[in-house]
T-cell receptor, first 115, second 116 residues
Framework: EAQVTQNPRYLITVTGKKLTVTCSQN?????MSWYRQDPGLGLRQIYY???????DKGDVPEGYKVSRKEKRNFPLILESPSPNQTSLYFC??????????????FGQGTRLTVV | AQKVTQAQTEISVVEKEDVTLDCVYE???????LFWYKQPPSGELVFLIR??????QNEISGRYSWNFQKSTSSFNFTITASQVVDSAVYFC?????????????FGSGTQLTVLP
């Protein structure tokens, strides 16, 4: 089954404790991205990757890191989480980083709480 | 910078009523792509439709229809004979074709509640 898999689905952590949210897709998609969803703000892009070893900042990159060492994986790293990073996070992938007419497939979401 | 505006934060209707969700966008690109996604209470994001800027034909899929009007930069979504299962947050999104506009930009979403 074609899917984007995020882990964990739920996470409660403390301020300053490094964490990684994993994202994996099995569709051989080139383009992957991370979003955060906050009430009243919709989804905002954090980082995106056009292909392996190619990443770039989205609209709200501060406090986050990403890497794209393999085509299927695109982990999101919070080196020192803070309470304002409490949010619902989505990973997404789409077929091409060049041709933008393909829809994005989303993971199930990760609800992160930083206390 | 591109932008998507969904002015309706919340809409509440009674089952079987028709409802239209508004979406207005801004972009400098001449080629762009518009999307609608549904987020049910379970939280996942479900793709509904994609529309290219050079295809202004409206589309109907069952009870769902979409009205794309380039002249007013709008891409509205209508649900006919709404059902309780239509209750969800609906997002309109835009992807341009050049530079940073290629990222998918979402509106803030419209919470639709369909009452029995």
């Amino acid at each position: 089954e074609a899917q984007v898999t995020q882990n964990p689905r739920y996470l409660i952590t403390v301020t300053g404790k490094k964490l990684t949210v994993t994202c994996s897709q099995n569709m051989n998609h080139e383009y992957m991205s991370w979003y955060r969803q906050d009430p009243g703000l919709g989804l905002r892009q954090i980082y995106y990757s056009m292909n392996v070893e190619v990443t770039d900042k989205g609209d709200v990159p501060e406090g986050y890191k990403v890497s794209r060492k393999e085509k299927r994986n695109f982990p999101l790293i919070l080196e020192s989480p803070s309470p304002n990073q409490t949010s619902l996070y989505f990973c997404a992938s789409s077929l091409s980083g060049t041709y933008m007419n393909t829809e994005a497939f989303f993971g199930q979401g990760t609800r992160l709480t930083v206390v | 910078a591109q932008k998507v505006t969904q002015a309706q934060t919340e809409i509440s209707v009674v089952e079987k009523e028709d409802v239209t969700l508004d979406c207005v966008y801004e972009t400098r690109d001449t080629t762009y792509y518009l999307f609608w996604y549904k987020q049910p209470p379970s939280g996942e994001l479900v793709f509904l439709i994609r529309r290219n800027s050079f295809d202004e034909q409206n589309e109907i899929s069952g009870r769902y229809s979409w009205n794309f009007q380039k002249s007013t930069s709008s891409f509205n979504f209508t649900i006919t004979a709404s059902q309780v299962v239509d209750s969800a947050v609906y997002f309109c999104a835009l992807r341009g074709s050049s530079g940073s506009a290629r990222q998918l930009t979402f509106g803030s979403g419209t919470q639709l509640t369909v009452l029995p």
